[in-house]
């Protein structure tokens, strides 16, 4: 698991970007949480059209209901996910 790599122990991080499997950046979000690191991460929802007119790449945040990751994102900051 990349959560349980060498360099976590080693390393200082003043952020962390993740990007691929939903389940991957889950952890590296909660990795990053429990250390107090910020981090942003690129979500891969299936985006059909790339306008939000679909509604196929919706994503629930904490702070402001649903939001189209084609048209608000791809980059977010943890923070803002109802992960």
């Not at 990349?2 to 691929?20: P, R, Y």
């Not at 909660?30 to 107090?36: N, Q, T």
Request: hydrophobic share 40%.
């Amino acid at each position: 698991f990349v959560t349980n790599h060498s360099v976590l122990k080693q390393e200082h991080f003043d952020a962390v970007a993740a990007c691929g499997p939903k389940p991957m950046m889950q952890a590296v979000a909660r990795y990053a949480a429990a250390v107090g690191t910020p981090c942003e991460v690129s979500l891969e929802n299936m985006m059909a059209c790339g306008l939000g007119a679909c509604l196929c790449c919706v994503e629930d945040t904490a702070d402001s209901g649903h939001v189209c990751v084609c048209k608000e994102g791809p980059v977010f900051n943890i923070n803002r996910l109802k992960w």
